[in-house]
């Protein structure tokens, strides 16, 4: 992202003022308020690459994360929810260090609306922050699938909640018993069933779904792989790559169950007559038992902070190879929530009023 250009400096004094008359001391340029939407990996990056910055005084640096945590290392997220990896291996920045060279980093809080107009952002608590420069890094959900029994919203198109926990599962939680391995929370659900010698079922057999498979197998879980297709990571491999993994995973004690349709959840009814997932069923009618349901079924970015605000999303919201939006100069996206795209589409014609009669 290109580093803020300062105001032109103010209060010069015309050559034609007498000299008698002293010259008005030039005014030192107001700092660039940055306001940054979002404090994982990519969003730690741009605070590591902006102290410089923010230590010359040449723009002050607000960072917004919707989680209590700080920014994490989510590729190693599956190690950590099998227990391979302790929490120390995740830390991926300092923000200590980052405080004390004067960001305002705030956890555990969420931006609720942009004002484009204004030139402000509104915190879930109604606190307004003004920017100069707007930055957003709100990255990616895990995309829930059509199953009988888990209720799946469009998030594209509702505003976000004023609690921060609740960003991916307001008004639809998942059930228990069915997670998405994509935060340490989820990380913990899993943590538990792996050590409680509970068996999981993973429903996709993507990258991330066969890398926790074998991860869990590894640890002594018991999982089981539910895909659709015939081979797993049927997007990354032909036939022969796919059936070679396939026969590797069940060789490191994975069950692998190619050619299912998941449709529905059965469930169980605890104690406190919540219902927990018992197991998936499959149109075939065939039904995968468990104690835990891992949803690996692709992630979708988070755009729908910047679509209430009007600018151009698409996969991801717009930007150029600048990673500047389509649509406001002021304000950038980087990371899983934006779709780099080269070139803006051209300003439509203005409108020409019709000729008049003739004369």
Not at 198 to 223: K, T
């Amino acid at each position: 992202m290109p580093e803020p250009i300062p105001a032109a400096p103010v209060g010069s004094v015309p050559a034609a003022v007498p000299a008698a008359v002293p010259a008005a001391v030039p005014a030192s340029p107001a700092p660039s308020r940055i306001v940054l939407v979002g404090y994982g990996p990519v969003g730690a990056r741009l605070v590591e690459e902006l102290l410089p910055v923010v230590r010359a005084g040449l723009a002050t640096l607000t960072v917004v994360g919707a989680e209590s945590a700080d920014a994490y290392n989510r590729v190693l997220i599956a190690d950590y929810a099998v227990g391979r990896s302790d929490r120390d291996t995740l830390e991926v920045t300092d923000t200590d260090a980052a405080r004390a060279a004067g960001v305002d980093i705030r956890t555990g809080e969420i931006v609720t609306r942009i004002n484009r107009v204004r030139r402000t952002v509104t915190l879930g608590d109604g606190t307004d922050l003004g920017y100069d420069r707007l930055v957003l890094a709100t990255g990616a959900r895990a995309n829930v699938p059509t199953l009988d029994g888990v209720t799946r919203l469009r998030r594209t198109l509702m505003r976000p909640p004023t609690d921060a926990g609740a960003l991916d599962t307001a008004d639809a939680p998942l059930p228990r018993g069915v997670t998405a391995l994509r935060d340490l929370d989820d990380a913990a659900t899993v943590l538990e069933t792996v050590r409680s010698g509970g068996r999981i079922v993973v429903l996709g057999a993507g990258v991330l779904g066969m890398e926790f498979a074998l991860a869990a197998a590894q640890a002594g879980s018991d999982v089981c792989v539910v895909y659709h297709a015939d081979i797993p990571l049927n997007r990354n491999l032909d036939r022969g790559g796919g059936t070679v993994l396939a026969r590797s995973a069940r060789r490191a004690g994975v069950t692998m169950v190619s050619h299912a349709r998941a449709e529905s959840i059965l469930f169980t009814v605890d104690a406190d007559g919540h219902d927990r997932f018992d197991a998936l069923i499959c149109a075939d009618g065939k039904q995968i038992p468990g104690d835990l349901l891992v949803l690996s079924c692709g992630i979708g970015a988070r755009t729908e902070l910047a679509g209430l605000a009007g600018l151009s999303v698409s996969t991801g919201i717009l930007v150029d190879e600048s990673l500047r939006s389509w649509t406001d100069p002021a304000v950038f996206a980087i990371g899983d929530c934006a779709h780099v795209a080269p070139g803006r589409p051209p300003a439509p014609p203005r409108p020409r009023l019709p000729e008049g009669p003739p004369a």
